[in-house]
């Protein structure tokens, strides 16, 4: 909504839960503004999900492939397919086209809704070097060592900060003021993840790499997803607060849960499995864009050719060695649907969306009971601001800006990448909260039931313990994207997960692709999968 005036607290939130309530009794001190709350695919999910029942469809649509979804998977798959010489493909959105990826923007300025940055690829990472090189992002030296990228799209310093006792610090693990014993173990874990990141297992493959389906099966090395990633710490002696709350953070960011409940080999794979190298960047650069992933999507769903239509999926069947999908269209609340035939259908849906719309999904031997990943709820905030509020003098503003002893996860900058020489008058701030405080089932009951001051004051608690109320007269408008099931967390035994494996190993009409099959969301996962289940359709 619009601003007449803003928000007015008294005291920076503290974290979590209490820290929502504790915003509550502030919140009469803020004025007028309600934020716009956006539940992508809800209204869509809950009618597959319930059953509910629709009309015959309108149309039927005849494609070689149809890929069922246009997040990252997807597109790959249809870009994959593209260039591999198959140009009959229909891809059918989704409830929300891009998924995970998507953005929006505020006039010229654009914002992301999801996910808004990719880590420079390792050489590993092949599938993601030769897409970015065909999307011209690397554009000299797509398989060498070092490439080259695209100047525009590599993060500009400074690139992030931590506020810590009071005062921001450059980066974002702790250094001035930390006691000398804490800093110590800080080098001893940094040195063991060197260590680690090099590391092969008897089978000769790396412990730790991207894509995760490479890695060493090495049993020595697999039982670290037999325990929490807490436990390992405990196990090996790290106890300093900051690294403990350094490596939690880092969980929740990656992961939407903390140490203690995400797996010992997902922990590790976070510090061990990147470190991609670029000729004209630090290593460990990142590319990123205003409108997060948006751009990078909206640029291969050109390049993939396929036809796309609007729509969600409400059931999928073989049905004589082809694929039928149902697909719908809400219209003023009301579904209109049209069925899809195809030689092969690409499911590239989360999981716990195509347990409920592949027919009989058990028959590719996934138990929805058994083998369902554990999903994590996030927050994503907008706040359009008409100018930048005031920083503290000891570290500039920058890309990526985190708060110290919180449940958020901080803020990015849309406008960080304008090299004009003077800032723009107007910026967008992008504040990230992942749910993972509570059970994942009660926060999404209190997703949907929470009133929008609730999930303001949780959207702001990083933003206050920033600027107090400086922030305030800034705003002009504010957008929260509730994301439900956000992303699969890696809990221990998700790397034996047999049904997970039963769906990667498809090969009849009904293929599946989407970063679940790894059971953890980043793009180099989601697009692995899309390019497998390409390969699977060619075949």
Not at 73 to 87: F, H, S, V
Not at 157 to 182: D, F, M, N
Not at 446 to 459: G, I, R, V
Request: contains cysteine; charged residues 20%.
């Amino acid at each position: 909504m619009e601003r007449r005036s803003f928000l007015r607290w008294t005291a920076a939130l503290g974290a979590g839960g209490a820290a929502a309530a504790a915003g509550i009794a502030a919140y009469g001190r803020w004025r007028e503004i309600k934020p716009a709350l956006h539940y992508p695919g809800r209204a869509e999910g809950h009618l597959v999900r319930d059953r509910q029942a629709l009309p015959a469809p309108s149309e039927v649509i005849e494609a070689d492939v149809a890929v069922l979804g246009s997040g990252i998977a997807g597109l790959t798959a249809a870009w994959k397919l593209r260039r591999e010489g198959i140009e009959d493909v229909l891809m059918v959105d989704g409830p929300e086209p891009f998924g995970n990826a998507a953005g929006g923007a505020y006039g010229a300025l654009a914002y992301p809704t999801g996910a808004h940055y990719l880590p420079i690829p390792p050489q590993e990472c092949l599938h993601v070097r030769h897409l970015l090189y065909d999307l011209g992002i690397i554009t000299r030296d797509p398989y060498g060592p070092k490439p080259h990228y695209d100047e525009k799209l590599i993060l500009h310093a400074p690139h992030e900060r931590l506020l810590y006792g009071g005062k921001w610090h450059e980066g974002i693990t702790p250094r001035a003021g930390v006691p000398q014993a804490e800093l110590a173990e800080h080098a001893r874990f940094n040195a063991e993840m060197e260590k680690l990141h090099g590391m092969r297992g008897a089978d000769r493959r790396k412990i730790f790499t991207l894509p995760a389906a490479h890695a060493s099966n090495d049993p020595a090395w697999r039982r670290l997803d037999t325990i929490t990633f807490k436990t390992w710490l405990e196990q090996n002696n790290y106890r300093a607060p900051t690294l403990l709350w350094y490596l939690d953070y880092c969980c929740r960011d990656d992961y939407g849960t903390g140490v203690d409940r995400v797996s010992a080999w997902a922990g590790l794979h976070y510090f061990c499995a990147r470190g991609g190298e670029a000729a004209n960047a630090e290593g460990g650069a990142w590319l990123t864009w205003p409108g997060g992933l948006q751009p990078l999507a909206e640029k291969l769903a050109e390049r993939t050719g396929a036809q796309r239509r609007a729509g969600t999926v409400a059931s999928v069947k073989a049905v004589d060695g082809r694929a039928e999908a149902l697909c719908f269209v809400l219209e003023n609340g009301k579904p209109r649907t049209y069925l899809v035939r195809a030689r092969k259908a690409i499911c590239a849906m989360p999981l716990f969306v195509a347990s409920h719309v592949v027919d009989d999904i058990a028959s590719h031997g996934f138990d929805p009971a058994r083998h369902m990943p554990a999903y994590a709820p996030w927050l994503v905030t907008n706040f359009l601001l008409e100018r930048f509020p005031e920083e503290l003098p000891e570290a500039p503003l920058s890309w990526d800006n985190v708060v110290h002893g919180t449940q958020g996860l901080g803020y990015v900058v849309s406008t960080h990448q304008d090299i004009r020489q003077t800032p723009p008058a107007q910026t967008v701030f992008t504040s990230y909260v992942a749910l993972a405080d509570r059970d994942p089932r009660e926060a999404r009951k209190w997703m949907q039931s929470a009133a929008p001051e609730e999930l303001l004051a949780l959207a702001t608690v990083d933003l206050r313990a920033a600027y107090g109320d400086a922030f305030d007269g800034c705003v002009q408008r504010a957008d929260i994207t509730l994301r439900a099931h956000a992303m699969a967390a890696p809990l221990p035994g998700f790397l034996s997960n047999p049904g997970v494996q039963a769906l990667r190993d498809a090969s009849g009409p009904v293929l599946f692709a989407h970063s679940d099959l790894s059971g953890f969301s980043v793009f180099e996962e989601a697009s692995w999968w899309g390019w497998q289940a390409a390969r699977a359709a060619l075949s």
